[in-house]
């Protein structure tokens, strides 16, 4: 997972898989540096008159700090997924294309959320944790775009969980570990 570091802040570099986390990590990063105005679109650039020395100026200043918003966006994002935003001569030109390309809503997001869910399987070897966070993270997505049957979902994975635990617990019962078991898995699903 690459990283970028501003002091001591680290933001893991956009893919297509984490967009929704490093969209709100980015603009918190913006905000911190006074840019965010440039790159939402808050600040607009500044018309450009000749011969008035004033306008000049504003016109500078405006295209410097907008450059550097622009440089903070892009030195966020994996060499990867740079093609998306290479015709993107703005940083509010490259917020904007990002928002297209890695839509947070829509039917084809649902269905490739739904997908993740239902293929989601813990390993042998995995940690409880990783793959519970994960689970979550998914439902949680699915939940900001109002899907209704999450709680059908969750519960299936409540009781995938809960098989491979029993896994670990029956191999360890060999060493003085007992535990009781529900004798139905529709007991684990009312629970969950």
């Given at each position: 997972m690459a990283m970028a570091t501003y002091g001591t802040m680290c933001i893991e570099l956009l893919t297509r898989d984490n967009y929704e986390t490093w969209k709100i990590q980015m603009r918190t990063l913006l905000v911190k540096n006074d840019l965010w105005t440039y790159v939402g679109g808050l600040k607009v650039k500044p018309e450009l008159i000749d011969g008035n020395a004033e306008s000049r100026e504003a016109w500078c200043e405006w295209t410097e700090t907008g450059e550097k918003a622009k440089a903070d966006l892009i030195l966020c994002i994996s060499p990867a997924e740079l093609k998306q935003i290479k015709n993107s001569v703005t940083s509010r030109e490259i917020w904007i294309r990002l928002e297209e390309v890695y839509p947070s809503k829509g039917s084809a997001r649902k269905a490739t959320l739904?997908?993740?869910?239902?293929?989601?399987?813990?390993?042998?070897?995995?940690?409880?944790?990783?793959?519970?966070?994960?689970?979550?993270?998914?439902?949680?997505?699915?939940?900001?775009?109002?899907?209704?049957s999450t709680k059908i979902y969750c519960r299936l994975c409540c009781f995938t969980v809960y098989q491979r635990v029993m896994r670990i617990f029956d191999a360890q019962s060999n060493q003085a570990m007992i535990f009781h078991r529900p004798r139905s898995s529709e007991k684990i699903l009312r629970h969950c």
């Open positions: 739904l997908k993740l869910l239902i293929q989601l399987k813990m390993s042998d070897t995995g940690d409880v944790r990783d793959h519970l966070s994960k689970f979550f993270d998914i439902v949680d997505k699915l939940s900001e775009m109002e899907i209704k």
